[in-house]
């Protein structure tokens, strides 16, 4: 694949592999040809993990390097992406503006669903914080007044070689999707409406089928070709009777219908290739196609189908018809015999009855059928059937204005308001962004003092470029082994024997390493290499090949409690894969590379493995692609994997989880289940709760241990409870470990007790607002663990937001969420400047000055936030380089919103000590600068605070956190964050209490990226599990994280003015993962309007919907007619 060549033979790393399935963009290229028909030269973005180089004949390919470097020039597209933040840990980002850079190739002033549909193939756009600022930088690309404009003339041009003459052109089988929609799309316009039905329905799929390098790779041919029920254009072609002409050896022409019969499925089974595509045209049949994903776009469908009808003329009569469905079996599957009986019935209500019920006879969904979602996808079979209904109703009446000569006896007016509002197209608009916050840098701060300002992410332009080093793209060293994972194919097994005599005599295979190489510890609570019990899928037994396992099957445990759903179960996504680097060096020293959030963790895992003193351990981090909390527990024991084997094998070791491995192995977020007794007042006032909570912990503690007690002091969020009984059970499982990812389980317990406001509010028959706002703390209070704290600006930040959106205005679908979440974690020792962390500093005596500290650059922004005021010089004299255990002896956990905090305080403490001991040369040379006083010295000085442990120690800074959980004595956290999010369907407010933020650009940042990521768990990102304890959601095509087309059409976010927090430092508080819970409120919106639907239809309020609240999910508990006839005729069976 392209990707892998670039890597290998050219040398280029700016393009990132992130997934390898086409699903998440960071791999995008460009793609250039010459159109022989058009005489122009066509570039599309690609996915070069997924291109084959062989299919290159005749193509230019652009990659970021060629787009623009740090070296010659950045491009306009790199520099506007990253002077207004438009990167976070940057992975993705060369992809993005590949995909806009050949956007631009193409349109030199491209409409906004142009760029919309140039990024929709962006899932890592999600974990970024920057998605409205991706859509607003891009549209502005044409504006010139604060950047240069895009200059085509200093592109580079297409290779003249490579334009050759007019070939055979029909619509070509080879014409990728993106290329067929925009022939289309040109088409359309030039037609009459009733000419265009099929173009139409074509062009309905090809808007949201994939995201656009998928596109513009996908060829038709292969579309129909491959016969899989998700390709949506099957049952469109099916219907609309398009031939596919076939190629195959020996004869040149084999015009086939659509579907492909049996046996001529597949290129490989005749080496039949599609060669040409022919679209019937039809001008009295009306033709609509539909389908249903997880997600607007770059989703495969749950159910898809094409629809055709003909009527005699003048008359509603049924001379035609044909459905097919795809999304239900194997293959398209064709409603054949229905519509065979409905011929020669009239177009009305009761045909459309009799229709769905012969549908839902003949197109049959055992409960048991592959693809689960059993009751949902039969709901859709009904459900498009009725959207075909009103189309041909509403269709006909609009030819009938405009072309009288074809009549049907259809109006319009005849349907009611109700039935209208169901042909409305599901469309996103522009999404817009507004930021507001308070410039709190005063006129009398020096320029060169960046705190409080909007500086650039310090790695932005590298990020835009690809010239950012991840460990990925670290070149391999002379004799490197690369390393394979073996793992445990059953929930609950004992090995008997591991052979790996196989496997040893496979050519190129070196060794085979399992736990009993281990020199030393095999990691701590949870093993690196398996023993003899494996307790979940995925455990990992032994490393380098394949190989040979018995088991024993023991009885496994996959669910907390078999009859209760699970209300979260959600996994999270890092798009970064972990790698591992280890280079064997002389004196058993050893380099590890790894992506991790803990690098002192990773140092004494190794060395416990090896037996090594911690001092031969260098464990070196310069930036991770994403981490949120997934990378702190589970790249240790990677990292004892790849050591053992570089101390097995003398040679270095490098291995990378691929996508389906990672989802495999690393934890995502604990499954909860809650249960709650509440007693309230008539006005809505709660009196006592018993809050019960069971997390899903898999199968080893991971950080289980630190979150079960979280659960209790996070559980009480913004609401005060007189009486509060919380019992939190932990649950031992055969499923992967779970860990405690961006918000430490306060998402799971968050939701949880606002679910609990929901229902007081439903009993009461009270909005919800008004139920929150009189169970909120108010003023100076202590919480149920005992903490003092003003409520003063959560108070401010709630009204703040009910008047933003002009909340009481709004009638259904509307929720505003409060959120009080702590920073940190209940122990004293992760809130310590000195002993937890650490820095180092060095003045050298030209005056630049090299800061290293204990943070990990996460793409948080931590190094940004780390350019201090202390030294009084500008920014360019200071730079930041990797993390390692070689300057820093201690650092702890980047996590939890506590990695600025800390070791900027740590580089604050040493840059204060080094400005003391230049003070004596500035007495000397008042007037001289910077450069002058260190020049003088004639040598360089450093000071690292940890060497000044005992002084430090003795001082107070960083915080004290530990509550005691028996005595209720103490303090749990050190501070608390506010903010108040209220979403309605076009829009999200936020009102985030930041106080003195160091960065409002990367705050702001923080805050839109942490928002969407929640928005992803609570309504997409689902997991689902076989009976046996196998993961099957294993990549993007199964599971659905946000993309470009979920940012809230209107998105502000406004931090709160005029707040201050003594105890951080410069007066800031912690941003991030707190601002994750706040995407709660697009979950209770979407709770409202499905109330509102429900109340319509006179159905029970007491309805409690699941998280992920999903499509599907929505569909079923609005339980409308069709769910309803679903459910009736399921009962029949
Ligand atoms: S790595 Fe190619 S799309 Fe994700």
Redesign the pocket.
Known sequence: ML?FFFFNAVHLSGT?????????????VMISTYDPVTKQIQHRPA????FPICSLHGAAVTTVEEVGSIKPRIHTIQERLAKCNGSQCGFCTP?KVMSIYALLRNHAEPSMEKIIAALDGRFQTVNCKKYNKGINIHSGLCNTEEFPPVDPTQEFIFPPELIVGLIDFLIGAACCLAQLRDILMKAVPKLAEEKTKIYQAFLQHLRTLAGE?MRSMASLGGHIVSRASTRELNPISSVGKSVLNLASEGKLWTPCQIPLPDGQNTATENMAIGNSFQMKHYCDDFISAFRQAESQKNALSIVNSGMRILFSPGTDTIVDLSILYGGIGSTILSARKSCEKLIGRQWNDQMLNEACRLVLEEIFLPPSALGRKVEYRRTLLVSFLFRFYLEVLHGSDNIALTSPSLQYPFRCAELSQEKMSALGMLQSGIAQGVQIYQLRCVCRQPPQDPVGRPIMHQSGIKHTTGEEVYIDDIRPVDGELSLALVTNIKAHTKIMSINASEALQVPGVVDVVTARDVPGENGKDEQAYAEDKVVCVGQIICAVVAVKIVYEDLEPILTIEVTICLLFNNRFRILELEYLLDHRREDKEMDVYVSTQHATDVQEFVASALNLQYNKIMCHMKCVGGAFGGKITKPLLFAVIAAVAANKTGHAVCFALERNMDMLITGRWHPFFGKYKVGFMNDGRIRAADFQCYINGGCTKDEFESVSPSLIPLIGQCIYILNLLVRGHACKTNLPSNTAFRGFEFPQAGLFVETCIVAVATQTDLPHEKVREINMYKRVNLTSFKEKFDAENLWKCWEECLDKPDYYSKKKGIAIIPMKFSVGFNATYFHQVTSSNQSLVHIYIDGSVLVTHGGIELGQGIHTKMSHRELKIPLSYIHLCETSTTTVTSGKYTAGSTGTEINARAVQDVCQILWKHLDPIQRDNPNGKWEDWNNGRGWGISWSNSSNLRDVLTSSRGYVTNMNQDTEKGHAFPYFRFGVSCSENIGTDIVMDACFTINPAIDIGQIEGAFIQGVGLYTLEEIFFSPEGEQLTLG?DTYKIPAICDIPEQFCVYLLPNSCNSIAIYSSKGVGEARFFLGSSVFFAIQDAVAAARKERGLPMDFTPNSPLTVERICMACDDVFTEMVRLFSSLL
């Open positions: 990707k990132k592999y992130g997934c390898g399935v086409g699903g998440c963009g960071a791999c995008t996915n070069s993990c997924l992809g390098q993007p």
